[in-house]
C-alpha cells in the first residue's frame, strides 16, 4: 500500500506541496480556507475533465475559457430576458456542446491541427464575448434559487461546487475506465491508425471528446457566474492554461493515450493550492503569472521524460 502510494508522483507532490505550504502560512490549514481551495478548484477542475478527455485523444483544446466566458455571458442574458433558469440552463450546456463539436469536426473531418482550430475559436469566442456584452459586465437581476445555488449555495456548509465537481470527477472515472467510449478514447491517443483499423468509429469519438469538454467548459461558466452574479467579458482568460496544467501534473501524456482522471483530480488540487498559497502569502498576481508558467513548463518537462 505504501509502496503504491509512494509511487503516485501528484500525490506525493501536493502532499509536499500541502506540508511547506502550511509551514510557511498557519492559516492554509484551516477548515475554512480548504473549502475555499476546493471551490476555487472546483472551476478549473471541471475543465480539467473535459480537457483530459481531450489530450488524451492526443489533442489539445485551448478555447475551454473563451467557452465558458460566452457561454456565462448567454446564461445571464437568458435569466435576464425572464427566462426559465432551467430552460437557460440547458441551452447554454447545449451552446457549450455545439462550440465542442465544432472544433471536433474540424479536427477530426477536416483534419486540422488542434492547436490552430482552438486557438482560431479561442480568439473568435473571446472577441464575440466582448461584441455581445459589449465590454461590460452582465449583472443578472433575479436568477432565482436554483441558479443562485449552483455556484453560491452550501449543503451542509459544504459549497454546491465541491459536490460537483466530485460527482462529475467520478462520472469521469466511470466514463474513462468502464465503458467502450473511454476505451476507445485511449486507444485514438495510444495509435490512432490502429484503431481506425479495427473498424472504431475515430471521427465520432473525436468529435464527442471535444463536445464533451465544450459542455463542461459552459457549466463551469455558468457556475462562475452564479457565484459573482454576474457575467464577466473577460471571464476564464488564462484557464486553459490552469486546464492543461493539471491534466499534465496528474500524469496524463500531451502524446496521448496515457493518463487517468484521479491523476487530472490531484493536479487540479496542486494547482488550486499553488494559487491560494500565493494569494495567502501576498505575492503579486504578476509573480503568480510568472510562477503558474513555470509550474506548466515542469509539468511539460516531467511529461517529456517519462514518455522517453
Same mark, same amino acid.
Given at each position: 500500500?505504501?509502496?503504491? $502510494?509512494?509511487?503516485?508522483?501528484?500525490?506525493?507532490?501536493?502532499?509536499?506541496?500541502?506540508?511547506?505550504?502550511?509551514?510557511?502560512?498557519?492559516?492554509?490549514?484551516?477548515?475554512?480556507?480548504?473549502?475555499?481551495?476546493?471551490?476555487?478548484?472546483?472551476?478549473?477542475?471541471? $475543465?480539467? #475533465? &473535459?480537457?483530459?478527455?481531450? +489530450?488524451? *485523444?492526443?489533442?489539445?483544446? %485551448?478555447?475551454?475559457?473563451?467557452?465558458?466566458? $460566452?457561454?456565462?455571458?448567454?446564461?445571464?442574458?437568458?435569466?435576464?430576458? &425572464?427566462?426559465?433558469?432551467?430552460?437557460?440552463?440547458? @441551452?447554454?450546456?447545449? !451552446? &457549450?456542446?455545439?462550440? &465542442?463539436?465544432?472544433?471536433?469536426?474540424?479536427?477530426?473531418?477536416? /483534419?486540422?491541427?488542434?492547436?490552430?482550430?482552438?486557438?482560431?475559436?479561442?480568439?473568435?469566442?473571446?472577441?464575440? *464575448? %466582448?461584441?455581445?456584452?459589449?465590454?461590460?459586465?452582465?449583472?443578472?437581476?433575479?436568477?432565482?434559487?436554483?441558479?443562485?445555488?449552483?455556484?453560491?449555495?452550501?449543503?451542509?456548509?459544504?459549497?454546491?461546487?465541491?459536490?460537483?465537481?466530485?460527482?462529475?470527477?467520478?462520472?469521469?472515472?466511470?466514463?474513462?475506465?468502464?465503458?467502450?467510449?473511454?476505451?476507445?478514447?485511449?486507444? +485514438?491517443?495510444?495509435?490512432?491508425?490502429?484503431?481506425?483499423?479495427?473498424? +472504431? =468509429?475515430?471521427?465520432?469519438?473525436?468529435?464527442?471528446?471535444?463536445? !464533451?469538454?465544450?459542455?463542461?467548459?459552459? %457549466?463551469?461558466?455558468? #457556475?462562475?457566474?452564479?457565484?459573482?452574479?454576474?457575467?464577466?467579458?473577460?471571464?476564464?482568460?488564462?484557464?486553459?492554461?490552469?486546464? #492543461?496544467?493539471?491534466?499534465?501534473?496528474?500524469?496524463?501524456? !500531451?502524446?496521448?493515450?496515457?493518463?487517468?482522471?484521479?491523476?487530472?483530480?490531484?493536479?487540479? !488540487? @496542486?494547482?488550486?493550492?499553488?494559487? =491560494?498559497?500565493?494569494?495567502? %502569502? =501576498?505575492?503579486?498576481?504578476?509573480?503568480?503569472?510568472? #510562477? /503558474?508558467?513555470?509550474?506548466?513548463?515542469?509539468?511539460?518537462? @516531467?511529461?517529456?521524460?517519462? =514518455?522517453?
Amino acid at each position: 500500500m505504501l509502496k503504491k $502510494i509512494w509511487s503516485n508522483k501528484p500525490l506525493i507532490g501536493l502532499i509536499i506541496f500541502v506540508i511547506i505550504v502550511s509551514v510557511l502560512n498557519p492559516r492554509f490549514l484551516t477548515h475554512a480556507n480548504m473549502l475555499n481551495v476546493l471551490r476555487q478548484t472546483s472551476i478549473n477542475s471541471i $475543465i480539467a #475533465i &473535459g480537457m483530459t478527455l481531450v +489530450i488524451l *485523444t492526443g489533442g489539445i483544446d %485551448l478555447s475551454v475559457g473563451s467557452i465558458l466566458a $460566452i457561454c456565462g455571458a448567454v446564461m445571464a442574458s437568458l435569466l435576464n430576458s &425572464g427566462q426559465n433558469p432551467v430552460f437557460a440552463l440547458i @441551452i447554454t450546456l447545449i !451552446l &457549450g456542446l455545439v462550440f &465542442g463539436f465544432f472544433n471536433g469536426f474540424l479536427v477530426a473531418k477536416m /483534419k486540422l491541427q488542434a492547436f490552430i482550430v482552438t486557438l482560431v475559436t479561442m480568439t473568435f469566442l473571446r472577441g464575440a *464575448t %466582448l461584441v455581445f456584452t459589449e465590454g461590460k459586465p452582465i449583472t443578472i437581476d433575479d436568477g432565482g434559487m436554483l441558479f443562485e445555488n449552483i455556484g453560491g449555495g452550501y449543503i451542509f456548509n459544504i459549497p454546491i461546487p465541491i459536490y460537483i465537481m466530485v460527482v462529475l470527477f467520478i462520472a469521469g472515472y466511470y466514463l474513462l475506465m468502464h465503458t467502450k467510449f473511454g476505451r476507445y478514447t485511449y486507444a +485514438i491517443g495510444g495509435n490512432e491508425e490502429a484503431t481506425k483499423l479495427s473498424g +472504431i =468509429n475515430v471521427d465520432k469519438i473525436k468529435i464527442w471528446v471535444y463536445g !464533451l469538454c465544450g459542455m463542461l467548459s459552459a %457549466l463551469a461558466g455558468v #457556475i462562475l457566474t452564479s457565484r459573482l452574479y454576474s457575467a464577466q467579458p473577460t471571464a476564464g482568460s488564462g484557464y486553459e492554461l490552469d486546464a #492543461i496544467a493539471a491534466v499534465v501534473l496528474g500524469g496524463t501524456s !500531451l502524446a496521448g493515450g496515457v493518463g487517468r482522471i484521479t491523476g487530472t483530480a490531484l493536479g487540479a !488540487l @496542486i494547482i488550486g493550492v499553488l494559487g =491560494n498559497a500565493l494569494n495567502l %502569502l =501576498n505575492v503579486s498576481s504578476y509573480y503568480q503569472m510568472m #510562477i /503558474k508558467a513555470l509550474v506548466i513548463l515542469v509539468a511539460v518537462l @516531467i511529461d517529456r521524460k517519462s =514518455n522517453k
